[in-house]
């Protein structure tokens, strides 16, 4: 008798080596690997998070690290969208530092953890209108062309960006500690869980379907932007689709132009 474990679907496939597979991998390539049980783990939140895509809106939740130029250009997108389709986008914080804790990209976001702190801040104690609106104007004062912004100036557009949402600029402190970090850390598992480990940002659940991505080098506008959602929307109805992926020869242009001509 086979004493392997096999997946639901009854294929008889070996879920023990898949998982040593892949945390060896994790560990080459990333310089650390999430706990053991996690494929399970991930399978369950899926389940759990999956709900049946109608003909109503759309319910999409994107989880921003405020750092992230891809994140800022999805979250773009998705104001394009929702200037022609009813669709029901709420935010939530999440950090690039804590995803990649203890692996080989560690020391690269510790210095810029601030804004995602700032961003629970917001979240916590406003909700996700108000992140939505803090991280508008946090993205327009950074994201005026793709660079790599110096740790102050992150600073100067969290401060910035609180007194354009109208929200108290005493919230800009929680960037200097860790006592949003707890709260910081369960919103970034949140995001993840259902993804799966092997990710970046930004993190879109929609229509309760988690994924990393969509990866977009600009903003598409009008009709680009609503043929790339019903793109989207169709793609992840497969629970046999997982990923495509090419590599980006440019930098993004991260300025948004909601008034501009689509891209050929």
Request: with cysteine.
């Amino acid at each position: 008798m086979d004493t392997h474990d096999t997946d639901m679907s009854g294929r008889g496939s070996d879920l023990a080596l898949w998982e040593r597979a892949t945390t060896s991998y994790w560990r080459t390539v990333r310089g650390t690997a999430p706990p053991p049980g996690s494929n399970q783990r991930t399978e369950a939140a899926r389940a759990r998070n999956r709900v049946a895509a109608g003909a109503g809106a759309a319910t999409v939740d994107l989880f921003v690290d405020p750092v992230c130029p891809y994140t800022w250009i999805v979250a773009c997108w998705l104001r394009e969208v929702a200037r022609h389709r009813e669709v029901d986008v709420r935010h939530h914080p999440m950090s690039l530092h804590l995803l990649n804790e203890g692996g080989v990209l560690d020391g690269r976001y510790a210095s810029v953890i601030g804004p995602s702190r700032v961003a629970t801040a917001v979240a916590v104690q406003h909700g996700s209108d108000a992140l939505r609106a803090w991280h508008e104007a946090f993205g327009s004062s950074i994201f005026d062309r793709w660079r790599h912004p110096e740790p102050r100036e992150y600073r100067v557009a969290s401060l910035d960006a609180l007194v354009a949402a109208g929200l108290s600029t005493d919230l800009v402190e929680a960037a200097e500690g860790d006592d949003h970090d707890e709260e910081l850390r369960r919103r970034t598992e949140e995001a993840v869980r259902p993804v799966g480990y092997d990710v970046g940002t930004p993190i879109v659940h929609l229509d309760g379907v988690a994924f990393f991505g969509p990866i977009l080098n600009a903003v598409p506008l009008g009709n680009a932007a609503l043929r790339l959602f019903d793109g989207m929307r169709l793609v992840v109805g497969s629970p046999e689709f997982f990923e495509l992926k090419r590599t980006r020869t440019s930098p993004p242009d991260v300025v948004y132009r909601p008034d501009g001509k689509e891209r050929s």
